[in-house]
T-cell receptor, first 111, second 114 residues
Framework: KNEVEQSPQNLTAQEGEFITINCSYS?????LHWLQQHPGGGIVSLFM???GKKKHGRLIATINIQEKHSSLHITASHPRDSAVYIC?????????????FGKGTKLSVKP | DAGVTQSPTHLIKTRGQQVTLRCSPK?????VSWYQQALGQGPQFIFQ???????QRGNFPDRFSGHQFPNYSSELNVNALLLGDSALYLC?????????????FGSGTRLTVV
């Protein structure tokens, strides 16, 4: 079993829909990251969370440390949101610990 | 302010050859981590460099080696290339004294081994 599990693997939505991507992890963490990867490969950091909730524009990320679960929400989705969204955790073992990645959720937003 | 720069962007090599990939970290960052991302998978940690030394290593064979220079830039070397080494290689930089600042990723080097 992977240490970081994401669901769904693939997601197709109509423009304007509210989208939720889930991430569950099985290790102790010092931080959780939500990342966006476009077809070219480059990764952009969206959020880094250690507790609670963060909001940036139409994106909202939440984390429940007790349940070892995080969600990424996109409100009023747009075709330009189409990308792979990746959850990654930094383990508690050393604050400079490497990131452990989920396999990603491929989101496609249709106009 | 330049982010993380990786070169080359694409590379084709033959089995058995050796390859060197390069990474320049974001200005102000002193730690460089390398990741391998196979098609359809999440990135896998290869190793991390800080103060010109390998500090942590993932589950990769000794064919994978690296270096960090005094200006914090880094190289990833892979010897005796296998077909299975074909992947996107990502570099991420960070500040060791400010883990809360997170990571900055490069656009990656896509390596194809034929």
């Amino acid at each position: 079993k992977n240490e970081v599990e994401q669901s769904p693997q693939n997601l197709t939505a109509q423009e304007g829909e509210f989208i939720t991507i889930n991430c569950s992890y099985s290790v102790g963490i010092s931080a959780l990251h939500w990342l966006q990867q476009h077809p070219g490969g480059g990764i952009v950091s969206l959020f880094m969370l250690s507790s609670g909730k963060k909001k940036h524009g139409r994106l909202i990320a939440t984390i429940n440390i007790q349940e070892k679960h995080s969600s990424l929400h996109i409100t009023a989705s747009h075709p330009r949101d189409s990308a792979v969204y990746i959850c990654a955790v930094r383990s508690e073992v050393g604050s400079q610990g490497n990131l452990i990645f989920g396999k990603g959720t491929k989101l496609s937003v249709k106009p | 302010d330049a982010g993380v720069t990786q070169s080359p962007t694409h590379l084709i090599k033959t089995r058995g050859q050796q390859v060197t990939l390069r990474c320049s970290p974001k200005s102000g960052h002193d730690t460089v981590s390398w990741y391998q991302q196979a098609l359809g998978q999440g990135p896998q940690f290869i190793f991390q460099y800080y103060e010109e030394e390998e500090r942590q290593r993932g589950n990769f064979p000794d064919r994978f080696s690296g270096h960090q220079f005094p200006n914090y830039s880094s190289e990833l070397n892979v010897n005796a290339l296998l077909l299975g080494d074909s992947a996107l290689y990502l570099c991420a930089s960070s500040r060791r004294d400010r883990p809360s600042y997170g990571y900055t990723f490069g656009s990656g080097t896509r390596l194809t081994v034929v």
